[in-house]
């Protein structure tokens, strides 16, 4: 795992080798070596040693217990908990949200993963009468609405069973997914196809499709996606409305993936 190296911008070669270390330790499955982060970086061990006890100065390195190898140190976990990823996104994404409302004269969410549920952590609208359900910081089911099924694209069997268990799951509506394997099967399609759709199966008459927002790595950091009243919302107007949450989605994804821009 070489440092990246941008060929237009300056860069603080140190610096990029000690994040170089964060993300080598924070990926490994096992305490990393100093030999192991001597030879991702390409330094000899005394370098990787200053480097690596820095870190650990500072709290982003620790060492287990009679080890001289690394793992991730309590400053990580201070600094993950402490800071609101939520709000970040909101910052992130608010712009392409009120885009997507306007673009399609409806309204947009954006919503982040909360226990069992989809939490709505902004949202803009449309200029319709007829209001659409689902305020910012409303908790929605994840089975059962397309914001809540975009967020478990990823599910597979062993996971919905850890997160539902193993019974039926409540029915709110007469379309409402009740089985894991339903569920099962329809995470499976919207990995395929990249989106979440919801026939009135949290609320009847209302009609949503949301897509996943993923980081780098693939993993689903939150949702965005439109409702709509089914007498609005027409079946035959998802292959259009998706194509422009899937663009959506995608430019947040670009925007939250800064480490692939050049500037």
Not at 50 to 58: E, I, K, N, V
Request: hydrophobic fraction near 40%; include cysteine.
């Amino acid at each position: 795992m070489a440092p990246k190296k941008s060929p237009l911008v300056p860069f603080i070669q140190s610096l990029d080798r000690g994040l170089t270390i964060i993300q080598m330790v924070a990926l490994s499955k096992q305490p990393v070596t100093l030999s192991e982060l001597a030879e991702a970086l390409e330094v000899d061990r005394s370098s990787a040693f200053r480097l690596a006890h820095t870190l650990r100065r500072r709290g982003f390195l620790s060492c287990p217990p009679g080890r001289k190898d690394y793992i991730l140190g309590p400053s990580m976990w201070t600094l993950s908990h402490q800071y609101d990823w939520s709000n970040m996104l909101v910052r992130v994404a608010h712009k392409e949200l009120k885009t997507l409302a306007n673009d399609l004269n409806e309204t947009a969410h954006l919503a982040v993963r909360e226990g069992k549920s989809a939490l709505f952590i902004d949202s803009a609208h449309a200029n319709h009468v007829i209001a659409v359900a689902g305020q910012t910081g409303e908790l929605v089911p994840l089975y059962c609405t397309a914001h809540g099924k975009a967020l478990l694209a990823d599910a597979d069997e062993r996971e919905l069973k850890s997160q539902f268990g193993q019974g039926a799951l409540t029915r709110h509506t007469k379309n409402t997914i009740t089985s894991l394997k339903s569920l099962l099967e329809e995470c499976h399609e919207i990995k395929t196809r990249g989106y979440a759709t919801d026939e009135g199966e949290y609320a009847a008459g209302m009609r949503c499709i949301a897509a996943p927002i993923r980081l780098e790595d693939g993993s689903i950091v939150g949702s965005i996606g439109i409702s709509a009243p089914d007498s609005r919302f027409l079946k035959e107007q998802y292959p259009s409305y998706s194509k422009k949450v899937l663009r959506v989605a995608a430019g947040i994804a670009a925007l939250l993936n800064t480490s692939e821009q050049s500037e």
